[in-house]
């Protein structure tokens, strides 16, 4: 039997998140609003549902699927949709924090906030983050002299498990534990409600990897992402 986490985005997005799809989504290939996201997901890799998955990456461009890593969902090609990178990521999983240092002041991040978040998140590339991506949250947020300067939120959210999503922190604020208190506010509030947080990382990025490490989580599977044109 899979594990829900196998394949996050068809499970969120047929359930938790159905809410954020495409109106021509359907049983057979689902595709998150183009402003909220980037991903699209069918249930299988049969040949009808590739069709239906390529007809949405080509109605609403800018697509990217997530799936696991050498399952019969990864590197897909879908007729008439080029392929412009297959990336290597990690599936990190977290059940309890580490001991960490003191709380954070920050705030809960509002629409208000929209272009500053989008601007942040464009200036760090966090991953993926469009200008209603906010929605998925909620995202909290430290600033300094009123602007923006870290962010951290949730994204998917699948039976069982929310994901840590959108942390970043402006290149003149590193070092100050930003990101560290952004996200163990955002795990903990996960925790608190019986879940377990879950999160997607660059393979490449050694010291991202051993960041979340620090905070609690660990390794749980390999994953692609893959970027579609």
Same mark, same amino acid.
């Given at each position: 039997?899979?594990?829900?986490?196998?394949?996050?985005?068809?499970?969120?997005?047929?359930?938790?998140?159905? &809410?954020?799809?495409?109106?021509?989504?359907?049983?057979?290939?689902?595709?998150?609003?183009?402003?909220? &996201?980037?991903?699209?997901?069918?249930?299988?890799? @049969?040949? @009808?549902?590739?069709?239906? *998955?390529?007809?949405?990456?080509?109605?609403?461009? &800018?697509?990217?699927?997530? @799936?696991? /890593?050498?399952?019969?969902?990864?590197? +897909?090609?879908?007729?008439?949709?080029?392929?412009?990178?297959?990336?290597?990521?990690?599936?990190?999983?977290?059940?309890?924090?580490?001991?960490?240092?003191?709380?954070?002041?920050?705030?809960?991040?509002?629409?208000?906030?929209?272009?500053?978040?989008?601007?942040?998140?464009?200036?760090?590339?966090?991953?993926?983050?469009?200008?209603?991506?906010?929605?998925?949250? =909620?995202?909290?947020?430290?600033?300094?002299?009123?602007?923006?300067?870290?962010?951290?939120?949730?994204?998917?959210?699948?039976?069982?498990?929310? @994901?840590?999503?959108?942390?970043?922190?402006?290149?003149?604020?590193?070092?100050?534990?930003?990101?560290?208190? +952004?996200?163990?506010?955002?795990?903990?509030?996960?925790?608190? /409600?019986?879940? &377990?947080?879950?999160?997607?990382?660059?393979?490449?990025?050694?010291?991202?990897?051993?960041?979340?490490?620090? +905070?609690?989580?660990?390794?749980?599977? =390999? *994953? /692609?992402?893959?970027?579609?044109?």
């Amino acid at each position: 039997m899979s594990h829900p986490l196998d394949r996050a985005v068809w499970n969120a997005l047929t359930t938790r998140l159905s &809410g954020f799809v495409t109106t021509d989504s359907d049983a057979r290939a689902v595709r998150i609003d183009p402003e909220v &996201g980037i991903f699209v997901s069918g249930p299988d890799a @049969e040949s @009808e549902t590739l069709r239906a *998955m390529a007809n949405l990456a080509l109605l609403h461009p &800018g697509a990217g699927m997530v @799936e696991l /890593t050498g399952s019969p969902m990864d590197a +897909l090609d879908l007729p008439g949709v080029e392929v412009v990178n297959r990336v290597p990521l990690v599936q990190m999983m977290c059940s309890a924090l580490t001991a960490g240092g003191p709380d954070l002041a920050f705030e809960v991040l509002t629409e208000g906030d929209a272009p500053e978040m989008l601007a942040l998140a464009l200036l760090t590339k966090p991953g993926p983050f469009r200008s209603r991506t906010r929605e998925l949250g =909620p995202f909290i947020g430290v600033k300094s002299d009123g602007r923006l300067v870290a962010m951290a939120g949730r994204r998917m959210r699948v039976d069982g498990f929310t @994901e840590l999503s959108g942390v970043c922190t402006h290149p003149d604020h590193r070092g100050k534990g930003y990101a560290a208190g +952004l996200s163990r506010a955002v795990v903990g509030e996960i925790l608190a /409600t019986g879940e &377990g947080a879950f999160l997607h990382a660059f393979a490449e990025h050694d010291a991202t990897i051993a960041f979340y490490r620090s +905070l609690g989580f660990e390794v749980r599977a =390999p *994953m /692609t992402y893959t970027i579609l044109r």
